[in-house]
């Protein structure tokens, strides 16, 4: 009993002389408060760019897909557009009606993937403008300084390889090919 108490006073006279200047943080002496979270906006900001990133990818896929359709669709139509008129069976015209009201279906679902990638790109760059807002509200000096950019993605209206800058006609043509021809 009396050397527990013994260790318990002499840690407790130990802790009592320790001064702030004795704990040692994790960080660098030379980081401030403001150089990490700055850091960490950074990453946040990294974050962010490549969630976007997937998110694109996403929607070319799904227009990968659809065009994919819409070609396979067109190739078994044309198929059946090509027999002369007097040739055709009944099952063949209403084969027909059924392709084109597929294709009007897809050509319609890619157009609602358009207007989504629209809706995007516009709530993208509104939030950009807010990013960069906060940051020139948050570390105006080291914007000035680093010049630290609020974006390093192009924006979507600047990429002319990317299908979702043009209108959807543009797009339908040139996802399924030259030969496109659906509206």
Known sequence: DSALCFLFLSLSLSLSLWSEDDVVSMADSTITVDDIEGELFKIERIRDVLVRRESELRYMMDDIQLCKEITRLKKELHKLVSLPDNDKSNEDRQKEEELLQQIHKLVETRDFLVDDVEFERLREK??????????????????KKKGVPTRRVTPHAQQSSTPFSKTGLTL????????????
């Open 126 to 143: 509104e939030e950009d403008k807010e990013m960069a807002d906060f940051l020139k509200s948050k570390f105006p000096r080291t914007v």
């Open 172 to 183: 339908l043509k040139e996802c399924c090919g030259f030969t496109c021809s659906i509206m």
